[in-house]
């Protein structure tokens, strides 16, 4: 019911929508004798870290830099440009220029400039598979 709500979300929403990464935390740990050590490890990682931020600005320990594994921050870009040129219930997709734009210019959080760096490098590759799925349904001008 949250996710799919039309407008923002109280902050009681919004600390359950947080939770997100301890659940996932605690879904794989149900898992953890079926998957290799390494793959857990690293799902395990992006799970619990893909919402904190290189300032430490994020969610939901507020760790910063490359106390941050670097697989969650991979993912952590990949997830703010799908969310910026997906189309929500309560927002437009944006045009994938303007999601380049916000996240390389920090309009969207900070990221560590090697992992700015790749994005930079593999932005085409990410325009693709907008255009490969269909996300950029209704674009917004902003």
């Not at 893909?50 to 106390?67: A, L, Q």
């Not at 927002?91 to 969207?108: L, Y």
């Amino acid at each position: 019911n949250i996710i799919l709500k039309p407008g923002r979300l109280t902050s009681e929403e919004a600390e359950i929508m947080k939770s997100h990464t301890s659940k996932g935390c605690e879904m794989l740990d149900g898992i953890k004798s079926y998957i290799s050590k390494e793959y857990w490890s690293a799902a395990y990682d992006i799970c619990r870290y893909h919402h904190e931020k290189y300032d430490g600005h994020g969610y939901p320990y507020g760790v910063s830099g490359e106390s941050i594994p670097l697989s969650a921050q991979i993912v952590s870009v990949a997830d703010v440009y799908d969310g910026l040129v997906s189309e929500r219930i309560y927002k437009k997709a944006k045009q994938k220029s303007r999601a380049f734009e916000m996240i390389v210019t920090g309009e969207c959080g900070v990221f560590a400039p090697r992992v700015i760096e790749s994005f930079r490098k593999c932005r085409s590759e990410f325009e693709a598979l907008v255009d490969q799925t269909g996300m950029e349904l209704a674009e917004d001008d902003n």
